[in-house]
């Protein structure tokens, strides 16, 4: 299955991500998560993409475009994918078409994560990441480690991101809302939306979105 998840930023999607790409066997793939393993491996495209990512605006997509298409062209996603965090605009959207275009394939849905903006500034308040996994996500009050700052799962140190401050959030969300809510209509127009509410457990968001990818399939 070709998959692209959206949603405000602290939806729930990384969170989400693992345990749908896991139930799928298809790979995870996080744009925000290449950029900050670039920004941590000191590259070129790190250091490029880090200015924008701290001010909470968008990558451009010339830098954007081309590492998603680099990494959607890897041999474990030949036969699918999850994208987390792209298409982020109607422009990457249409590049997206184009490289599946390309490749004789097509988008089997685009997973719409509804939750309240009350509710994504707790959870983006509260998140903590393993530094040796981006998909061991914790929250302090949600879903807290079994000891403070170790990742319960490999034993990493958990760290708050960079963008998860309160001025970045707020500019966050507001970029989401110019610039990547769009591409919910161009993805109606194909009829490939389907929304869930992404409120309540992990694992009974996890439930409902399989339940619609289900259908959508
Ligand atoms: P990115 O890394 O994609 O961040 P985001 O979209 O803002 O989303 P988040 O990672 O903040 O949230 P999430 O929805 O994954 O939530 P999570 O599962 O962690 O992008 C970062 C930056 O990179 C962008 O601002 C931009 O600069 C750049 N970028 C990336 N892609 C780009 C692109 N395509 N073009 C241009 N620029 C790009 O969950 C959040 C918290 O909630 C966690 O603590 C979790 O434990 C908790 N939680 C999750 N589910 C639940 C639940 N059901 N109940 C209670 N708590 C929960
Ligand atoms: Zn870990």
């Known amino acids: 299955m070709r998959i692209v998840l959206v949603g405000p930023p602290g939806a729930g999607k990384g969170t989400q991500a693992a345990y749908l790409a896991e139930n799928l066997s298809i790979p995870h793939i996080s744009t925000g998560d290449l950029f900050r393993a670039n920004i941590s491996q000191g590259t070129q495209l790190g250091q490029k993409a880090q ?20 990494r959607m062209e890897q041999p474990d996603a030949a036969d699918g994918f999850l994208l987390d965090g792209f298409p982020r605009n109607i422009g990457q959207a249409e590049a997206l078409d184009g490289i599946l275009r390309e490749s004789g394939t097509r988008l089997n849905a685009v997973l719409d994560l509804e939750v309240p903006e009350d509710e994504v500034v707790k959870r983006i308040a509260g998140r903590r990441m393993c530094r040796n996994d981006s998909g061991h996500i914790f929250h302090v009050v949600y879903t807290p480690p079994k000891s403070e700052g170790v990742c319960d799962l490999c034993g990493g140190e958990l760290y708050q991101r960079e963008d998860d401050h309160e001025d970045t959030v707020r500019k966050r969300l507001e970029v989401y809302h110019t610039e990547t809510e769009p591409i919910i209509d161009y993805y109606k127009a194909q009829g490939l939306v389907v929304t869930i509410s992404a409120l309540g457990k992990v694992s009974e968001v996890t439930r409902r979105a399989m339940e619609a990818l289900g259908q959508a399939a």
């Open 51 to 70: 200015e924008y990512m701290r001010a909470g605006k968008l990558v451009p997509d010339e830098v954007t475009i081309g590492m998603a298409r680099d």
